[in-house]
């Protein structure tokens, strides 16, 4: 009769089960699995490692980017956001730097429509008109940079 046993190398160690080990249904409960974190956490934090950013936070212009996301959320303004024009405008003028990387004018990608626009936009001034709610993250942010009036970002 086979029996099983442990044993430990180093930091790992290594179980032989047997066939009988194996027969009987496991009496390990697992907890249960977190809810995915969106774009704002359950505290109002950003999270800058979401997938929806699209790599935005991380990319040549991260840091611009970051400075007038944070501050259109964060705004108290009324409207929303319309104290961060010059942190867009400095997001706006590094993508103008990186053009083969922010570029998204050349139809190949929809998902970033109003970041497309805010990129191509030859914005001469003005206000934040109406910014409901924010729903997505560069999309949001780029309607507001671009003067765009949004009233639910999806």
């Known amino acids: 009769?086979?029996?099983?046993?442990?044993?430990?190398?180093?930091?790992?160690?290594?179980?032989?089960?047997?066939?009988?080990?194996?027969?009987?249904?496991?009496?390990?409960?697992?907890?249960?699995?977190?809810?995915?974190?969106?774009?704002?956490?359950?505290?109002?934090?950003?999270?800058?490692?979401?997938?929806?950013?699209?790599?935005?936070?991380?990319?040549?212009?991260?840091?611009?980017?970051?400075?007038?996301?944070?501050?259109?959320?964060?705004?108290e303004a009324e409207p929303k956001g319309s104290d961060c024009y010059e942190a867009f405008r400095q997001m706006q003028d590094c993508f103008q730097q990186y053009p083969t990387v922010y570029n998204k004018a050349n139809g190949a990608d929809d998902d970033d429509d109003a970041l497309?626009?805010?990129?191509?936009?030859?914005?001469?001034?003005?206000?934040?008109?109406?910014v409901d709610e924010l729903s997505s993250g560069a999309g949001a942010a780029a309607a507001v940079a671009n003067n765009t009036t949004v009233s639910k970002v999806e």
Request: glycine share 12%; aromatic share 10%.
């Open 1 to 75: 009769m086979a029996f099983s046993f442990c044993k430990s190398f180093g930091k790992d160690k290594v179980i032989f089960a047997t066939k009988e080990d194996h027969a009987v249904p496991s009496k390990i409960e697992l907890p249960p699995p977190e809810a995915p974190q969106g774009l704002i956490s359950k505290n109002g934090d950003i999270n800058w490692s979401c997938p929806c950013l699209g790599g935005m936070a991380t990319g040549p212009c991260g840091v611009d980017f970051r400075e007038a996301f944070s501050c259109f959320h964060y705004s």
């Open 116 to 130: 497309g626009d805010v990129m191509n936009a030859d914005n001469n001034g003005g206000s934040v008109k109406d």
